[in-house]
């Protein structure tokens, strides 16, 4: 990458318009500590800045740049003419077969280009096209079978023919005449203040055993996510991934939507209809590695060890068993960059989740590694900073291209600073990073701590542990958390009894009846006090049973784990709608409420012997009450404003699977003469029964 001339007189320098500015002093204005860092920080900015100047001056601006899908790969004229680009700096030959050829593996060579391209065109036949839309053709790189990097479907040969053709998947021509092309006919939602996040993955989401579609997703899920009160879904596992039970993290083809769920224009119309719904569409991206294939996959595309990825050690991941891309490359910013415009404009998306981000970050992939908070650790040598470049680049991207409406989320645990911070303060740009201890924490609380035992000041520090100034999406159970060999919280706190003690028909038996209290709190507590966005995989938010396991030798094939059993919530007789009911009212009061979206919560008790912890947020004051067995009548609570208060929500109504132990019609008032109580200007009495939590809100004047 072209390295700045200098570092020292960063700010104040003259760039054209377009070029972006540091702004330095905001950040350090938010953040002192940085000051020590800032030399580095202008370092990076440098490198961005230059990145962006040799844009503009070589490819017309990071926009154009990242329109390499308009060029590369088969791009097909207005007379028919197909012109089909490809990057492969090391192959010394390269051919075009298939259905169209009759599979001949020398009539159609590409001819070598300068910069390591090859281009070949193929001629209209009568004003259509050489190759028909849905044949199958393949890319020989030096007399080998490849799919191009570029292509936008693939398909791997049915059952019946994997004898035959083989189980690696085989590009399909994708140019579907015109009235088979799906046309967007609902504008983006704006973007939401308050995220309330439904993570997703459409081959899971049937109750049947199989693999989910496109148009089913659609049809029956996208409606159910709507009603529980999200307003985004996120969407994992579509960039195409040879291996099923990858949960789509090892990636094949990057700009091809996964064709076991449908076609693209099957995916083109789910994320219409999610707008049409007033949900914003996510997308959990792979850039920070991908698959070790060959034959349909990325790897060794050009017949090297290097093309888009590092060579040797550094070009390979010691744990995933994947590439790792050299984000020096000019050719493979082009691709990666490319990648997230075409999902954006093609496809509809919002945004992205960034997946595997602490990876990137860091030369040691942040194996071994645990960060203390300590600055040098973000600033030192072991920060790879090709990395940090390219993720400086994407968000901006993704800004200029949705006009600031987009929105990008950093799958983080290392807690860089001014990640999630604009690149124009020397920040990274993200919205929005994942709060990746707080589903640790409960999962080691449920597993290994005795309810006695539970630390509220423990539990109330990891939750609002976060950096000033950058958002963050709590959630309370990860997906990784539902595969095979792990458990749901449901799972972990009522094991057994899921199978035979969640029957409305008869008493809730003291098992049910603790995982269903501590199900609801702690989705709840993290709700209003782990961060700016909240975010559940779908399922957990009924305590969907057992794990998830994708088909594979070891279990006979079967979809039986790979399904979400949506019946369970539907059924009336079963304690699952209760769950259910309780997530949606949640999300429903805060779409009120606009927690998310105000100030972080302010704690004002947080007592051990009680188990009890108290914050408000948004003027919506949150009371919880995890002892066992110990309930608090007239507990005093302190409450900024005064006036009267009423409970909107409760994890102990009847209606939500409670136990109806607070009269819902009570009233807590102010008391006037208060000096004032843990930190806030006045207090109230309030009942907290064992093990529920509740949210008041302030309906009037105290009469008190």
Request: with cysteine; hydrophobic share 35%.
């Amino acid at each position: 990458m072209p390295t700045p001339d200098t570092t020292d007189t960063m700010e104040g320098m003259s760039s054209p318009p377009h070029i972006l500015e540091l702004d330095l002093a905001s950040l350090l204005a938010r953040d002192p500590n940085l000051g020590e860092h800032q030399g580095e920080i202008k370092r990076r900015f440098g490198k961005f800045q230059d990145l962006m100047k040799d844009m503009d001056t070589k490819e017309g601006g990071l926009e154009k740049f990242a329109l390499g899908h308009k060029t590369f790969g088969y791009q097909v004229g207005p007379d028919g003419t197909i012109c089909w680009l490809e990057w492969a700096p090391a192959a010394r030959s390269l051919h075009l077969i298939g259905e169209f050829n009759n599979w001949n593996r020398v009539s159609h060579p590409f001819k070598q280009m300068d910069f390591g391209r090859w281009e070949l065109v193929l001629p209209s036949i009568e004003g259509k096209t050489a190759i028909k839309h849905g044949e199958k053709v393949k890319v020989l790189v030096n007399g080998e079978d490849r799919i191009s990097p570029w292509a936008s479907y693939v398909i791997q040969p049915p059952k019946e023919k994997q004898t035959s053709e083989g189980v690696a998947y085989c590009q399909h021509f994708w140019n579907p005449p015109q009235q088979e092309k799906y046309v967007m006919k609902h504008p983006r939602p704006a973007k939401p203040a308050s995220l309330r996040v439904y993570e997703c993955h459409v081959g899971i989401s049937s109750w049947e055993g199989k693999v989910n579609t496109y148009k089913d997703f659609t049809a029956t899920v996208l409606p159910r996510i709507a009603k529980l009160g999200y307003n985004t879904v996120q969407l994992m596992a579509v960039m195409e991934h040879a291996y099923y039970g990858s949960f789509g993290y090892q990636v094949t083809s990057f700009f091809a939507p996964s064709s076991r769920y449908g076609n693209p224009e099957d995916l083109k119309a789910l994320v219409d209809t999610a707008h049409s719904l007033g949900l914003t569409v996510l997308l959990d991206v792979v850039h920070s590695h991908a698959s070790k294939n060959v034959v349909d996959g990325l790897n060794q595309w050009d017949g090297s060890d290097a093309g888009y990825f590092h060579a040797g050690k550094r070009g390979s991941h010691p744990l995933w068993d994947s590439r790792l891309f050299n984000y020096s490359l000019w050719e493979t910013l082009r691709f990666l960059l490319s990648n997230l415009r075409l999902w954006i404009e093609d496809f509809g998306f919002d945004g992205f989740r960034f997946d595997g981000v602490t990876s990137m970050l860091y030369h040691s992939r942040g194996l071994g590694q645990g960060f203390s908070g300590d600055y040098r650790e973000y600033y030192g040598l072991n920060t790879d900073t090709e990395s940090v470049l390219y993720l400086m680049l994407a968000n901006e991207l993704v800004r200029r291209l949705l006009s600031n409406q987009g929105i990008t989320v950093a799958e983080d645990v290392s807690g860089m600073p001014a990640l999630c911070r604009p690149v124009s303060e020397g920040g990274t740009g993200f919205d929005y990073r994942l709060a990746m201890a707080v589903p640790d924490m409960w999962i080691k609380y449920l597993k290994e701590i005795k309810d006695d035992d539970w630390s509220m000041g423990h539990i109330v520090h990891t939750l609002s542990n976060r950096r000033w100034g950058e958002k963050c999406i709590g959630y309370a159970e990860s997906h990784d958390q539902c595969l095979v060999g792990d458990k749901t919280l449901a799972f972990w706190m009522m094991d057994k009894e899921m199978y035979t003690g969640m029957s409305s028909m008869y008493p809730m038996n003291a098992v049910v009846s603790r995982g269903m209290s501590l199900h609801k709190m702690i989705r709840l507590l993290v709700h209003g006090l782990a961060g700016e966005g909240y975010l559940n995989f779908m399922g957990n938010e009924f305590g969907h049973p057992e794990w998830l396991d994708f088909p594979r030798v070891g279990n006979g094939e079967s979809y039986h784990y790979a399904r979400r059993q949506w019946n369970l919530a539907e059924d009336q007789n079963l304690y699952y709608r209760y769950l259910n009911q309780f997530d949606a009212a949640m999300n429903h009061l805060e779409c009120e409420c606009g927690w998310l979206a105000g100030d972080p919560g302010y704690v004002s008790t947080k007592h051990e012997a009680d188990k009890v912890i108290v914050f408000e947020r948004a003027g919506a004051v949150f009371c919880f009450n995890f002892h066992p067995s110990q309930s608090l009548p007239d507990y005093r609570v302190g409450v900024e404003v005064p006036g009267e208060y009423r409970i909107v929500l409760d994890t102990d109504w009847p209606e939500l699977g409670g136990h109806g132990s607070r009269d819902r019609e009570a009233t807590s008032h102010t008391d006037s003469s208060s000096v004032g109580y843990n930190g806030r200007r006045t207090e109230m009495m309030v009942y907290l029964p064992c093990r529920t939590g509740a949210v008041w809100r302030r309906v009037g004047d105290t009469k008190r």
